[in-house]
Nanobody
């Protein structure tokens, strides 16, 4: 059974940091490109960051550049999202996605709330 399980979300003050994790199981993780998306209430789902299978190429949305960092550990079947300098606009459900060769899997998401 394919699973993507996100963790690490929570409530954080403006300017704070969080590290999200997405643990994959039920498929061969290493070839998959991994992405983090986010969806805030009333807004469309937005691509936050993407990393290739070997971790050599990454992509970030414009508002995340310089603040967020995506990484992966293929030995642990896990992708991470380090988020720094968080602000209220980063409040959303953060969702993990795996994509390769026509296959696409999604996690359930983890809530991140930035508030004082």
């Amino acid at each position: 059974q394919v699973q993507l399980v996100e963790s690490g979300g929570g409530l954080v003050q403006p300017g704070g940091s969080l590290r999200l994790s997405c643990a994959a199981s039920g498929f061969t993780f290493s070839p998959f490109w991994m992405s983090w998306y986010r969806q805030a209430p009333g807004k469309e789902r937005e691509l936050v960051a993407r990393i290739t299978s070997g971790g050599g190429v990454t992509y970030y949305g414009d508002s995340m550049k310089g603040r967020f960092a995506i990484s992966r550990d293929n030995s642990k079947n896990t992708v991470y999202l380090q988020m720094n300098s968080l602000n209220a606009e980063d409040t959303a459900v953060y969702i993990c996605e795996a994509r390769w060769g026509g296959q696409e899997y999604w996690g359930q998401g983890t809530q991140v709330t930035v508030s004082s």
